[in-house]
């Protein structure tokens, strides 16, 4: 062998040995990257942000007190709007990524992702919730017929959870609306029961963008026309909502929660409104993980 030969043949030797070694050295890395990860705490693995909506939401205040009155001082409410939080929860949900986000039900996303309330031991959110049609001052006298079919309202979280996911489905809201009141036909007889038809009557409701009030009021908007009113849904966030209520612009709400999420407008404007009643029970609000996150109550945020 010559000595051209040997050197070539030694500088290949040394060239695998050398690849082999960078290729151990990556590996090293990578598990070392790895254990990086799993040893992050929630807050690092999240970036301290929890995903909100309107900034407006009784929700959104409720999440202020519970960073308060659990001391997570280095953590972030991100405020947006109910489609920004879910749109960002089925990012992270799809790629098996952490994520918490403030949450209620009924609400579609609870059919769709594997999620689950943090425990909240201190009951910053409160205890279950009620929902409650609201009518502005007047109501009776005015639109008896119309008071009579919101007062006797109710239906259950899984009625509107039928709305809610045809119309995340692709279903438009009216057809959504329509289909489940033809299939429930008993139930809404229930709620005209002793209700005379009108003739053009004029009735303005107000709402927010909430997939529980879409549903809700799309339902209703449809069986007060088939009562022959005129009907108007207006869309706006959650205090021009109830002063609408209170100055009387708008007639009547389908969506107040009670007592905790909507308290402050209610507060404000005790005595400016009627309660007509209780439309859904055991409504909840908090904050809401993936299942596959281990973690089981707000407290360990703090870690």
């Not at 109501?139 to 119309?146: C, K, R, S, T, V």
């Not at 329509?178 to 209700?195: F, L, R, Y």
């Not at 339902?219 to 009562?227: A, F």
Request: charged share 25%; net charge negative.
């Amino acid at each position: 062998m010559t000595l051209t030969k040997k050197l070539a043949g030694l500088g290949a030797t040394a060239l695998l040995a050398f690849s082999l070694a960078a290729c151990g050295n990556g590996d090293e890395k990578n598990e070392a990257s790895t254990e990086t990860d799993s040893t992050k705490s929630v807050g690092e693995s999240v970036d301290y942000k929890i995903i909100g909506i309107d900034p407006g939401a009784g929700l959104m205040e409720a999440t202020e007190n519970a960073i308060d009155e659990y001391e997570l001082t280095d953590w972030n409410l991100i405020s947006g709007s109910s489609a920004a939080m879910t749109a960002a929860l089925k990012k992270a949900y799809d790629k098996e990524e952490p994520i918490i986000v403030t949450g209620w039900t009924p609400h579609w996303k609870f059919a769709k992702f594997d999620l689950k309330y943090l425990e909240d031991p201190k009951s910053v959110f409160g205890e279950e919730e009620k929902t409650h049609t609201i009518g502005r001052l007047g109501l009776a006298d005015d639109l008896p017929e119309a008071h009579q079919i919101l007062s006797q309202f109710n239906w259950l979280e899984e009625d509107m959870g039928e709305v809610m996911i045809a119309i995340q489905d692709g279903e438009k809201e009216d057809v959504a609306a329509q289909n489940w009141i033809d299939e429930n036909e008993d139930k809404v007889a229930e709620w005209t029961a002793g209700v005379e038809k009108v003739d053009g009557d004029k009735i303005q409701l107000a709402y927010v963008a909430w997939d529980s009030d879409i549903a809700t009021i799309n339902v209703m908007k449809l069986v007060l026309e088939e009562m022959g009113y005129d009907v108007t849904i207006t869309q706006v966030e959650a205090g021009p909502m109830w002063t609408a209520i209170a100055d009387g612009s708008a007639d009547a709400i389908l969506g107040a929660w009670l007592p905790i999420t909507h308290k402050t407008y209610a507060a404000k404007y005790e005595g400016q409104f009627e309660d007509l009643g209780v439309s859904m029970e055991g409504v909840k609000m908090g904050l809401v993980v993936p299942q596959y996150m281990d973690i089981d109550s707000i407290e360990d945020l703090k870690e």
